[in-house]
């Protein structure tokens, strides 16, 4: 499966004040209100993105806007090169006026001290209300007033699955997760496997955690607490390690051609995946044309409705822009209005964060790859039962590497997932203390 994911590392800030220790400046990151107001002349923005087609967008802002023109540049995805180059650009003081950020990465920036408040822009606040509530959350910093990002898209997850070997093999679609589990035993004894474990994607495991009401990080207002080994995290690792120790699950590395022909070939029966995932199955495994179909997230606990969420990003406006104004005019444009939204729903499949854009046109249409059913009702119920308050830390590209290296361990026998669990925390809260960053303990 080709690796399409909208902002795959996924999501944000706690209800609290951010601590900026370990800042590159003395400066809190805000923005007086009185900054946020026209340039009173012609203006031209700079803006990095990774999104496919992302130019066509711009250019529907660029005809109708001829006094704030946006110069677009595109680069890899964020922590494939672009985040570091925005902190190298921060550092030199040539940063772009905005950026895509990822949620799960905006509190790395907001540590690092890059990015403008835009909550001193009456007209992104008052946009509030135009969001899933969630993903607002995501940008915000406690208050209305500390907006560090418009939201762009959203990874609702929910479990893709092939109905055509369901439906021969007699077994009923899990709807919880010892469902799942039951049905893995089937599905195994037939000579399958009902999904694949991943050992990188990380992001993916958060999500499950996400939903299972787990939190990794909190802020206090004066340090972070770093919490991977939660109750909901064990929860969730035991669960998996089950599955694992059982060979009930395959453990392909994803998104490699083995993967690929592991669901192609029906080797592989569901994935548990987000939004962005639904491109990923039929690019990757086009074989299976009108065979898969998909059904809400399996549950925790019976008639429970709670949904994970993989993936998500904004669009930024740094500190160092001349223009706050005008920056936030253009974001808030990109991510709220239909032919932006159209745009780039077009050309990337960008699934929107706004609740107006969940009803695009090209949403309400059943899929012919997923036997014409209406798969974005799934993830449109599935977006509004995200919990808002999961938090990330200002650290995910190395808590990722950490749990992987852990996780890869795990599936070769060496340890559990628990275990990879504990020994990133203590890599993460030694990260942290080697970046004067307060830690709780």
């Known amino acids: 499966m080709q690796h399409k994911k909208r902002a795959v ?15 590159s400046s003395s400066s809190t990151g805000s923005t007086d209100a009185a900054s946020c107001a026209p340039a009173g002349e012609n203006v031209t923005l700079t803006f990095t993105s990774w999104i496919p087609g992302i130019e066509d967008a711009v250019k529907i802002w660029n005809d109708k806007n001829p006094d704030i023109q946006v110069q677009v540049q595109t680069g890899p995805s964020g922590n494939a090169g672009t985040y570091q ?18 949620y799960d990465a905006l509190p790395n920036f907001r540590v690092q001290d890059g990015l403008a408040n835009l909550g001193a822009c009456e007209d992104v606040v008052a946009a509030k209300d135009q969001f899933v509530d969630w993903t607002w959350k995501q940008v915000t910093l406690g208050t209305d007033n500390e907006v560090y990002g418009v939201p762009q898209d959203a990874g609702p997850m929910a479990l893709f699955y092939r109905k055509d070997l369901f439906e021969q093999n007699g077994i009923a679609i899990p ?16 000579g399958g496997y009902i999904t694949n474990f991943s050992q990188s994607d990380i992001n993916q495991f958060a999500g499950f955690v996400w939903q ?76 299976t044309s009108g065979k898969w179909a998909v059904a809400e997230a399996p549950q925790w606990q019976a008639g429970q409705s709670v949904a994970g969420n993989w993936g998500g990003s904004s669009i930024a ?21 239909e032919e932006a939204l159209t745009s780039l ?31 974005y009702d799934v993830f449109a119920k599935a977006s509004s039962e995200v919990d808002p308050n999961f938090v990330w830390g200002p650290t995910m590209t190395q808590v990722y590497a950490d749990v ?25 809260i030694a990260t942290l203390e080697a970046q004067s960053i307060p830690v709780a303990k």
């Open 85 to 102: 180059n925005f902190f190298n650009q921060l550092q030199a003081g040539n940063a772009p006026d905005l950026g895509q950020i990822e």
């Open 9 to 23: 590392s996924v999501a944000l800030l706690a209800a609290g004040a951010l601590v900026m220790a370990g800042c």
């Open 345 to 375: 729903n077009k050309t990337a499949a960008i699934y929107p964060a706004t609740k107006d854009g969940l009803k695009l046109p090209s949403l309400q249409e059943g899929v012919p790859f997923y036997g014409d059913q209406k798969i």
């Open 317 to 337: 406006v740094f500190k160092s822009t001349k223009h706050l104004y005008e920056a936030a005019k253009f974001a808030l444009w990109l991510n709220t209005s």
């Open 212 to 287: 299972a009401g787990g939190q990794w990080f909190s802020n206090d207002g004066d340090a972070w607490k770093v919490d991977l080994t939660s109750d909901a995290s064990k929860k969730v690792a035991d669960y998996w390690q089950g599955l694992i120790a059982d060979d009930l699950v395959s453990s392909y590395p994803a998104w490699t051609d083995e993967w690929n022909n592991a669901y192609n070939t029906g080797q592989v029966w569901t994935w548990n995946s987000a939004v962005w995932g639904a491109n990923s199955i039929s690019s990757g495994a086009p074989d």
């Open 175 to 190: 709807t919880t997760w010892d469902e799942y589990r039951e049905a893995a035993k089937k599905i195994r004894a037939l």
């Open 404 to 428: 992987s290296d852990g996780f890869k361990a795990a599936v070769a026998g060496s340890g559990t997932l628990d275990q990879a669990l504990a020994s990133a925390q203590d890599k993460t």
